[in-house]
């Protein structure tokens, strides 16, 4: 599913930030990637994503080697991934149903389906009633269903979100956690990257990667690094 | 590629004031390029309507024979630079003196004999309308033995040449130098209308668009600009120059292919220039 092996990410101007990371995540399983601002779960994020290449070692995506990635593979590669942010990234001036369809528009899907299918999403986050609300008229809570509903669209194997409860409130966190699990327990791997340990005490059963200064220093699933020392 | 289009109409439809603002500004700038066309295109029309009139009059005396008179007119018109010869008779000469100047009327009518000489008005072909070729043919004709005098506006046609000279390279000059500002006051406007949907870029790249995808609609948008943009100007030039014309003084209007080139000019400007802003844009993975 998705494997890196030996991983470093070196950026010119700030040095490692990533630091011959392994990892394996296999189908069907959820992962908190934890640890600090700058400990180097985005950067994860953004290399499975392929939106950078690891500057050493490999990462492997569903069949797809960061070694021997073609620029036209990403984004056959994306379209199998969801993915959701922080800050949502929604375009102001469409609504909620405009927002998911979009990711339906770039596959080139007809556009009778599209938007059957985009109202059908915004069902399975909760929204189905906010269909033609701008994101400015959304609540927090409910812009990040959006963002799910659209990662959701291209039916992904994967879903990745990073600090996707970072602006909500407790309440509404709790909810998108929940929405998570959900599409978990329907088979989806689920990727997220959190610094809110609170949230990953709450789900003990789910696999923790804790990552410090760009190296992993736990795991869960028993691929403990040894401290030096 | 109607999916871009659609794309592209949206675009207008999402941010009608920055895509106004960006006709707007191609426009004007065409427009004032425009202008300048106009004006250019003026002074060469007047100037080579003037230059049509440069020609040389070469004076016969009395007694070359009718024959003689003949075959020079002939042969000066085998030459390659002369566009035609006209012999002018010395009655032909008297009329057209006692017709364009009146006040010598009844001085001419009064004389027993006719003091005017019969001459060959000769014009030269376009391109050989300078000083050097006007003076070569010149010193041919008056070889002849008969011809007595030979004359050519000297000063007046060495001025109208560098005064041609003059007007040639203030138009590659200053139309170089409006075409720049007006290449890069579109190519702003269209980076500045890229820029605003940077995010858009950034969203359809992370739901998995293909590059192509992204670009197409940008392109449309740039060749629309640059297209309505250049008939928007075209437009208002001809305004301009019905305006001159009603108020100041009678001038042409440009050539049509002329228009049609700077139209489509402009709407390929409009598409590379968008092509250019994009691809700052796709950089990367």
Redesign the interface.
């Known amino acids: 599913m998705i494997k890196l092996t030996g991983v470093s990410k070196v950026y010119p101007r700030t040095g490692y930030a990533l630091r011959n990371v392994n990892l394996h995540v296999p189908k069907g399983s959820f992962v908190f990637l934890t640890g600090h601002s700058g400990a180097g779960k985005s950067t994860i994020l953004r290399l499975i994503?392929?939106?950078?290449?690891p500057t050493e070692g490999e990462l492997r995506v569903s069949g797809t080697s960061s070694a021997r990635?073609r620029?036209?593979d990403?984004?056959?590669?994306?379209?199998?991934m969801g993915?959701a942010f922080q800050d949502f990234?929604l375009?102001k001036?469409r609504t909620a149903e405009e927002n998911v369809a979009?990711?339906l528009?770039?596959?080139?899907a007809r556009r009778s389906l599209i938007r059957q299918r985009a109202a059908r999403l915004l069902g399975k986050v909760g929204l189905a009633a906010r269909g033609q609300a701008f994101p400015e008229e959304l609540s927090g809570g409910e812009k990040q269903r959006v963002a799910i509903a659209?990662a959701l669209?291209?039916e992904p194997f994967i879903l990745l979100a990073d600090e996707p409860t970072g602006n909500l409130d407790e309440r509404a966190s709790r909810g998108i956690l929940d929405l998570f699990r959900e599409i978990n327990a329907n088979g989806m791997t689920v990727v997220m990257a959190t610094h809110d340990l609170e949230l990953v005490r709450r789900h003990p059963s789910y696999r923790v990667v804790e990552l410090s200064a760009g190296e992993v220093v736990f795991d869960s699933a028993g691929t403990v690094r040894e401290e030096a020392g | 590629m109607l999916q871009a289009l659609r794309g592209a109409l949206a675009a207008f439809r999402r941010t009608p004031v920055l895509v106004v603002i960006s006709i707007l500004a191609v426009s004007l700038s065409l427009f004032v390029f425009g202008l300048f066309a106009l004006t250019a295109f003026n002074i060469r029309g007047a100037l080579s309507e003037i230059e049509e009139r440069v020609e040389i009059v070469a004076y016969l005396s009395d007694d070359a024979t009718a024959e003689e008179a003949g075959r020079a007119e002939v042969e000066i018109r085998d030459h390659t630079q002369v566009l035609d010869v006209r012999y002018v008779s010395k009655t032909e000469a008297l009329a057209i003196a006692g017709r364009e100047l009146p006040e010598f009327r009844e001085v001419f009518s009064g004389l027993d004999a006719n003091p005017l000489p019969a001459s060959y008005e000769i014009r030269l072909r376009p391109g050989y309308r300078t000083p050097e070729v006007v003076e070569a043919v010149t010193a041919q004709v008056i070889a002849y033995p008969f011809v007595e005098e030979a004359d050519y506006g000297r000063d007046w046609v060495a001025r109208l040449v560098s005064l041609q000279r003059i007007a040639a390279g203030a138009t590659v000059i200053i139309g170089g130098a409006f075409a720049a500002v007006a290449g890069i006051i579109i190519a702003t406007a269209v980076r500045i209308a890229v820029a605003a949907r940077r995010e858009e870029i950034e969203i359809m790249r992370l739901v998995g668009a293909t590059d192509g995808f992204i670009r197409r609609p940008f392109l449309i948008e740039g060749w629309l600009t640059g297209l309505i943009g250049g008939l928007i100007a075209a437009f208002l030039t001809y305004l301009a120059h019905r305006f001159v014309s009603a108020t100041l003084m009678e001038i042409n209007w440009l050539p049509a292919e002329w228009l049609m080139l700077a139209v489509l000019a402009g709407s390929a400007y409009g598409l590379l220039t968008s092509a250019f802003a994009v691809r700052r844009h796709l950089r990367g993975l």
Do not use: H
């Open positions: 994503q392929m939106a950078e290449l990635l620029r036209s990403v984004p056959k590669l994306r379209r199998k993915m990234r375009l001036d979009f990711a528009e770039v596959t080139g659209r669209a291209n």
